[in-house]
């Protein structure tokens, strides 16, 4: 089993991947929330294929379980689906010490944070994500959302899981067609973000396309990898927390005294570098390159901010300049 860490702080999580461990879910969520009820939101497809076995992985460690379900794709995510779901979530008795397990492709992940963090001001999260696209994107990084008439995933939030747990197996069910669109998002982060793990992908993508699972699960593993780091770099209390070191290291820089004061003490900018390395050390993995905004230790050609113009997910990292 891999474990990948998404360092956010106090709401860090862990990503667990292993083949075959869809039944051992409710064990992962026993161990990890110490919950003793959740309430699993799936679609009919995916709960035929794989419901049983988290069902029966919850009753073994005597997690007790019900199961609401939603529309196939993107008909799930809508405010009257959510809606509903509230309604359910009230008639079932659905409080804090429960658990919602969002089970299936990406749109499930997305309709079921929404509710999450929206139903009791934030209910406990876990994702149990069953496309490849929901393991190595829509499931890692907090982004939950519903779509309204006029645009796509225009109302959400963003609230992070308390675990999430990826069985490479459940893609054996998948249409082809969502493979493909999967591997797709895997080469991308690949090609822009590590030139190893790329040409890794280059001699192993048809092994892993065709599900072998030894390639399969180093493929998702990377390339989760890469979200989680991604998802650090881009946490907002993290950026405010660099936001405000850096005006408090200005301040301090001034102590007070105007900016060009021979007794200011200390080159401009010294102060900000200090608040900086500070907060660098927060950070996820603690990168005090990124911190900085300057290029990791990858190469130019891995510049954080290509991923940013490339995937839209990265803030300016001027924040605050
Ligand atoms: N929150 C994020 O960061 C983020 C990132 C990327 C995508 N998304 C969202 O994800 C959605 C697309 O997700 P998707 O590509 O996973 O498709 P999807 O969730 O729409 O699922 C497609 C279909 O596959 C079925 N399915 C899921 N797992 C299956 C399995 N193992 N076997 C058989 N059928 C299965 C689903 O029930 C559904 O009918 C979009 O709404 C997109 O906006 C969100």
């Known amino acids: ?49 794989h419901g049983g076995a988290v069902a029966t992985g919850m009753a073994r460690v005597h997690l007790s379980s019900a199961r609401l379900l939603v529309p196939e794709g993107e008909r799930a995510k809508t405010l009257r689906v959510a809606a509903r779901l509230y309604d359910e979530l009230v008639e079932l008795g659905c409080d804090r010490a429960s658990v919602l397990v969002g089970l299936g492709g990406g749109a499930v992940c997305d309709v079921t944070g929404f509710v999450a963090s929206t139903f009791l001001r934030g209910v406990p999260l876990v994702q149990v994500p069953t496309t490849l696209l929901a393991q190595v994107d829509a499931s890692v990084g907090g ?19 308390r675990l999430v747990c990826i069985d490479p197996d459940a893609l054996a069910t998948l249409p082809p067609r969502l493979r493909r669109s999967g591997m797709a998002e895997v080469i991308k982060v690949a090609a822009i973000w590590d030139a190893a793990f790329f040409a890794w992908l280059e001699a192993n993508l048809a092994a892993a396309m065709n599900l072998e699972r030894e390639p399969l699960e180093e493929a ?4 989760v990898a890469i979200k989680a780091e991604v998802v650090g770099l881009d946490d907002r209390p993290a950026r405010a927390a660099q936001l405000r070191a850096h005006l408090r290291a200005r301040r301090r820089e001034r102590g007070g ?36 905004g300057a290029a990791p230790a990858r190469g130019p050609a891995h510049h954080p901010a290509r991923l940013a113009r490339a995937t839209g997910r990265l803030p300016s990292r001027d924040l605050g300049r």
């Not at 998702?220 to 390339?223: D, E, G, L, P, S």
């Open 143 to 161: 982004k939950t959302g519903v779509n309204h008439p006029r645009g796509k995933n225009l109302i959400g939030t963003f609230y992070q899981p």
């Open 220 to 223: 998702i593993t990377r390339a």
């Open 257 to 292: 005294l105007p900016r060009r004061h021979p007794r200011r003490g200390g080159r401009d900018g010294d102060g900000v570098r200090r608040g900086d390395l500070r907060v660098a050390r927060a950070l996820p993995g603690g990168d005090a390159r990124a911190a900085r």
């Open 1 to 49: 089993m891999s474990v990948v860490q998404v360092m956010l702080g106090d709401r860090s999580y862990p990503i667990a991947i292993r083949s075959g461990s869809l039944v051992d879910v409710g064990a992962a969520i026993a161990k990890e929330l110490g919950t003793t009820r959740a309430l699993v939101i799936t679609t009919p497809r995916v709960a035929e294929a």
